[in-house]
């Protein structure tokens, strides 16, 4: 079986090269650059791998997206639609994102930005918010990730509410579903969390009036995709106070621009992209293990849907 391995950093490309090779000694693993018998290729395992470096496989078995999302793949404008993506996800990737959204809710729930601020002006300012309890925070994205933030965050104590395309039932939040209930999950959300996929429904859903929907001076936390924020809108609604702090993590150009508006912004917090990274020691396993089971059983369970983009 041969398979290759393409991220944009060649770096990275080797490293995940080397975990799979040791991994599947079954299995000829090269830099899809470097792939020297392209009619043999079954398996590409990739991070952005641009437009046209797929097409150049003809006997693909599936495509293997190195992250939760596909959209990466999807990218690809000469993308060979008959051939199947399966997304790595897993606990650690679960895990990580647990921590990120608990860690940057609370820190938006205990005003940690406003206390950073008087501390920088050596102003002692007591500020209390209520308790968690009386903290309503809603997770856009029910999936995987979203699920179980939403579920860490119920634990924490928060009044947690969740959006999803199809209608759920997850115990301790209140969930709502579609376009028809969207307002009435806005309206409760005061820290705001996304975690959709980008698709041609999602891309720029967090936009100026989806922020009007908001109570004034919600907080937000994406850590989804750049594409679903409308940058313009966001900045204009911090200036004007509807939006009272951000929390980004994603941004549609990574890594983004040293001159970009939003690394020195008082209302913006940036993390590059490290929301829930997938790394070649746990993800190569992972990977190894979907690739074995689609090739046991031509199928796997976390098989991509390409039509609904997720
Ligand atoms: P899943 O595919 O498991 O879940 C997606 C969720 O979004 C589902 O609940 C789905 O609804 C919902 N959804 C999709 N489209 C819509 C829509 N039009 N309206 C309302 N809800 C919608 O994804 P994951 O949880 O695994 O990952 C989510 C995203 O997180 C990834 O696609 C990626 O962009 C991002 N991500 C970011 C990382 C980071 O480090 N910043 C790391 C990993 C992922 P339904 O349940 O009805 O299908
Ligand atoms: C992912 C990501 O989609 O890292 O897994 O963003």
Redesign the pocket.
Known sequence: MSIVVHCPDPAETAEWRDRLAALMPEARVEALEAAAAPEAVRYAVVWQPGTGRLARFPGLRAIVSL???I?HVLADRALPAHVPIIRT?GRD?TQR?REYVALHVLRHHREMPALAAAQAAARWQQIVPPPATGRRVGVM??????AAAARSLAALGFDTAG????A?EIEGVACFAGAGELGAFLARSEILVC?????D??ADILNAGLFARLPHGASLVN???GGHLVEEDLLAALDSGRISHATL??FRQEPLPAGHPFWRHPGVTVTP?????IDPETGGRIVAANIRAFERDGTVADLADAARG?
């Not at 975690?195 to 698709?199: A, E, G, N, Q, V």
């Not at 992209?273 to 990274?277: G, K, V």
């Open positions: 992250g939760a999302g959209d996800v990737l994102m994205g029910l999936g995987n990730l979203g959006w999803a395309r199809s759920r975690l959709l996929p980008l698709t429904a999602t850590a989804g995709r993590d994603v992209h490290i929301a829930s990274m997720y």
